[in-house]
């Protein structure tokens, strides 16, 4: 396999011990695995590179999950997982994927109501047969009915942060195969879109051989099936565009897109160009870097504000929405604060989930003086660096935000965001 990440391996964990826990099986098993997937997502090394004897000493590993990670090394997955996967219906797998279920109300839902799928777990929300069931409540029938309705929503959506990874990957392997001549990747991976639906990717291969040829030695990068290519590990779909030397600027500009952008110029300044300086060039356009692709005035942007001028990272002096392992991140304050100085930050605030968002462990009241206290003892100790105090509080129905005004009024700045109901009224939601 190729190189997998701390979080990747944290998830395949917490997956293992989700299916402990729907097939009711060791308990004590269910909780060390919980623990090792947090553990592991936080730990600032990746563990891929260690051998079995160093994973050993790593805090809430062992000598048993040690193996495990070796095995997920190898091909991706572990034996113990494999066999619960085969145990387990696939709709059940996939109502693993909805954030805020996990196996031990799967198994209820499974058991007690019959259900298998989550258009079934729709279907029993809407009839109300969750409700009475023992230990759920019609609130809680709620919450889940709202929790797969946003995971239908977001179905088959990466973070690009997430999916670069993967990418850099494969782009590296085709790089290095002696039948690629050029590749890029394109799409909404090379405009940087934070939430992507595929990978694109445009090859140029040799005159003595076919694109089929590099899938068949890509099996550690991409699997390859009749019918779809994808991700070797979080199986996003990966999508393949050929090109030549004569038509590579044009087909460049014309998958990276969007398709908005690309409408907006003259189909036939794409014959005979050479790069997509040459195209822009035709239409009596500045040069608009990909990330600017959108139909968003781009033109009259670049006009103003050449390429070259526009923002990096290098003008960056800090960055204010980040979520620790308060709620759904990560890295610690402290590591996070750390990850900031290292590359050059100045500040960095942090905007846990507020209590509304108990699938992504939204901060509960009590939590936030705690936080508060960790925070101040970080600046004390990093002197001229500065953590803000923040939150990413849920706009209610009504309008207010999910804490008591006393306690917002305590942070430094409050992100206000809206993460359900996401199918109101215009009229309603102003």
Not at 396 to 420: C, P
Request: proline letters at 3%; glycine letters at 6%.
């Amino acid at each position: 396999m190729p190189g997998i990440s701390n979080r990747q391996i944290s998830k395949i964990f917490k997956l293992g011990g989700a299916l402990l826990e729907l097939h009711d099986e060791n308990p004590f098993k269910f909780r060390a695995y919980e623990k090792a997937a947090e553990q592991i997502r936080s730990y600032p090394e990746p563990l891929i590179d260690k051998t079995e004897d160093e994973l050993e000493e790593v805090e809430g590993i062992g000598k048993n999950l040690s193996k495990k990670i070796v095995q997920i090394q190898k091909t991706g997955s572990y034996e113990e997982l494999d066999r619960l996967v085969q145990l387990t219906p696939p709709g059940l797998l996939e109502l693993m994927k909805i954030k805020g279920l996990g196996g031990k109300k799967i198994h209820v839902i499974w058991k007690d109501a019959g259900v298998t799928t989550p258009e079934e777990l729709i279907e029993a929300c809407e009839n109300n047969r969750l409700s009475v069931l023992k230990g759920f409540g019609k609130k809680t029938q709620e919450n889940i009915l709202e929790l797969v309705q946003f995971y239908f929503e977001s179905k088959d959506q990466f973070m690009y942060a997430e999916a670069e990874y993967e990418a850099d990957k494969i782009i590296e392997f085709l790089e290095n195969h002696k039948a690629v001549e050029k590749v890029s990747v394109s799409g909404e991976m090379r405009r940087k879109m934070p939430i992507i639906r595929q990978i694109d990717i445009l090859v140029q291969i040799n005159n003595k051989s076919k694109l089929e040829d590099v899938l068949a030695d890509a099996e550690l990068f991409l699997n390859v099936d009749k019918d779809k290519i994808s991700s070797a590990i979080m199986e996003i779909p990966v999508i393949f565009h050929e090109a030549d030397e004569d038509n590579w600027g044009a087909e460049l500009l014309r998958t990276t897109g969007s398709e908005e952008h690309v409408d907006l110029l003259d189909k036939k300044s794409f014959a005979k160009a050479f790069s997509e300086e040459d195209i822009y060039a035709k239409n009596g356009w500045p040069y608009i870097i990909p990330e600017m692709r959108e139909n968003r005035n781009e033109k009259e942007m670049a006009e103003v504000v050449p390429a070259e001028n526009i923002v990096t990272n290098d003008d960056l002096r800090g960055c204010l929405h980040n979520h620790s392992t308060w709620s759904d991140g990560s890295g610690t304050l402290e590591q996070m604060a750390q990850a900031c100085i290292d590359i050059g930050l100045e500040y960095f605030g942090i905007a846990d989930h507020s209590q509304t968002a108990f699938y992504a462990q939204g901060m509960k009241p009590y939590k936030v003086p705690q936080q508060w206290k960790e925070i101040d003892k970080i600046n004390k100790k990093l002197a001229s660096f500065k953590v803000f105090k923040g939150i990413e509080s849920d706009i209610l129905n009504d309008g207010s935000l999910d804490y008591d005004e006393e306690i917002l009024k305590g942070f430094d700045y409050v992100v206000a965001s809206v993460h359900s109901n996401l199918k109101m009224k215009e009229a309603d939601a102003n």
